[in-house]
Antibody, heavy 125, light 112 residues
Framework: QVQLQQSGPGLVKPSQTLSLTCAIS??????????WNWIRQSPSRGLEWLGR?????????DYTMSVKSRITINPDTSKNQFSLQLNSVTPEDTAVYYC???????????????WGQGTLVTVSS | DVVMTQSPLSLPVTLGQSASISCRSS???????????LNWFQQRPGQSPRRLIY???NRDSGVPDRFSGSGSGTDFTLKISRVEAEDVGVYYC?????????FGQGTKVEIK
């Protein structure tokens, strides 16, 4: 079955860049039937979908407007993983970050069937 | 953004009894393909969310048939029949019809 394993630092200083990686087993980051997402959870914002990357003849990205100017999600086909970079972080970006898979295609949309273990990222000096 | 409103936010239940959680969306969740992309997730203490239900009423593999989803348009319900101790946690609805996809605020289920 599909498993997602997250890695990355748990503490980031304000104004710096948050970077996390999600390693995929049991599926391919280049799959034409899956998208690879980042979601975060905080007491103040609840669960918030941040964005996704997926391959359909070429690579596509979708990002939520609230972080669109600061976020990059990149695939790494050589390691079968994908990453999250969030620039210019503030304490408001403190949250548990999850990677997740969503199936794409006819009759499939907007649903996360597999999640990573979560990473608590604290933004503090 | 589509706002997902759950009620109640806290739900104490007796073991063996049933529980219902309501989820209402600020817009219809019927997509142009005719499907309704409404999901339910369970988050047990200290764990990642786990999908229980997709497209309103389809149970994921391994999900007990005590869990059922229903509804249409803007009103949806998750029902847990015969609540067990392992059902304790927070339940979220989530819509995948409109960008950006959005979650409800969660309903905490606890045992009385």
């Amino acid at each position: 079955q599909v498993q997602l394993q997250q890695s990355g630092p748990g503490l980031v200083k304000p104004s710096q860049t948050l970077s996390l990686t999600c390693a995929i087993s049991g599926d391919s980051v280049s799959s034409s039937s899956a998208a690879w997402n980042w979601i975060r959870q905080s007491p103040s914002r609840g669960l918030e979908w941040l964005g996704r990357t997926y391959y359909n003849s070429k690579w596509f990205n979708d990002y939520t407007m609230s972080v669109k100017s600061r976020i990059t999600i990149n695939p790494d086909t050589s390691k079968n993983q994908f990453s999250l970079q969030l620039n210019s972080v503030t304490p408001e970006d403190t949250a548990v970050y999850y990677c997740a898979r969503s199936v794409i295609g006819s009759g499939s949309r907007g649903s996360f069937d597999c999640w990573g273990q979560g990473t608590l990222v604290t933004v503090s000096s | 953004d589509v706002v997902m409103t759950q009620s109640p936010l806290s739900l104490p239940v007796t073991l063996g009894q049933s529980a219902s959680i309501s989820c209402r969306s600020s817009q219809s969740l019927v997509y142009s393909d005719g499907n309704t992309y409404l999901n339910w997730f369970q988050q047990r203490p200290g764990q990642s969310p786990r999908r229980l239900i997709y497209k309103v009423s389809n149970r994921d593999s391994g999900v007990p048939d005590r869990f059922s989803g229903s509804g249409s348009g803007t009103d949806f319900t998750l029902k847990i029949s015969r609540v067990e101790a392992e059902d304790v946690g927070v339940y979220y609805c989530m819509q995948g019809t409109h960008w950006p996809w959005t979650f409800g605020q969660g309903t905490k289920v606890e045992i009385k």
